[in-house]
């Protein structure tokens, strides 16, 4: 089966980090996709993994350990406006059809 | 601009009604995906199309149908054997070659 694991929801003080965990198992595996989501609004893009390691891009990171089936976001001098759901997304191979897997989110809460 | 445009932004269904939710692309994308999402849940897909005049069902494809008769359009019908069609509607798209989907702006649909 697919299972995507993350923490419902996490709180954070403005200006400090924040690393939110997605643990997932799937049939097959073709990298991993972090996106935002503000409440009412589509998801966007912040970043995907392929290999193992650290991406960084500006305050965000992610992670990802394929053999631990394990990513992380990190998110650096956290804003007010950074208070969303954070939506963990492995893909499935393109010969599975290329499919999104989405976590239920995690939501962050950025007190001042 | 290139973007994906779904329409109408709010919806509502009469009980026994069938709807069709619009989205139209110009990004050129070979890709469509159909997501409905429920409050406080992650993206569930309904169905998607790598290729013209081909689709496939999603996780939960049953009360919905779809076409995809062009490569910019991929319209999503919710049918009247869909007995719980209240969610928010996301479309997106994709290359197919290791680029993040772009979503569009969702439509929401409630019963009347």
């Known amino acids: 089966g697919q299972n995507i694991d993350q923490p419902t929801e996490m709180t954070a003080t403005e200006g400090a980090i924040v690393q939110i965990n997605c643990t997932y198992q799937t049939s097959g595996f073709n990298g991993l996709f972090w996106y935002q989501q503000h409440a009412g609004e589509a998801p966007t893009f912040l970043s995907y993994n392929v290999l193992d390691g650290l991406e960084e891009k500006g305050r965000f990171s992610s992670f990802l350990s394929r053999s631990k089936g394990y990513s992380y976001l990190l998110l650096k001098e956290l804003q007010m406006k950074d208070s969303a759901s954070y939506l963990c997304?492995?893909?499935?191979?393109?010969?599975?059809?290329?499919?999104?897997?989405f976590g239920q989110g995690t939501e962050l809460s950025v007190k001042p | 601009d290139g973007g994906i445009t779904q329409s109408p932004k709010y919806l509502f269904r009469k009980e026994g009604q069938n709807v069709t939710l619009s989205c139209e692309q110009n990004l050129n994308h070979d890709a469509m995906y159909w997501y409905r999402q429920d409050p406080g849940q992650g993206l569930r897909l309904i169905y998607y199309s790598q290729i013209v005049n081909d689709f496939q069902k999603g996780d939960i494809a049953e009360g919905y149908s779809v076409s995809r008769e062009k490569k910019e359009s991929f319209p999503l019908t919710v049918t009247s054997a869909q007995k719980n069609p209240t969610a928010f509607y996301l479309c997106?798209?994709?290359?197919?070659?290791?680029?993040?989907?772009?979503f569009g702006d969702g439509t929401r649909l409630s019963i009347l």
């Open positions: 997304a492995p893909m499935s191979p393109y010969n599975q059809g290329g499919k999104l897997i």
């Open positions: 997106a798209s994709e290359t197919l070659d290791g680029q993040p989907q772009h």
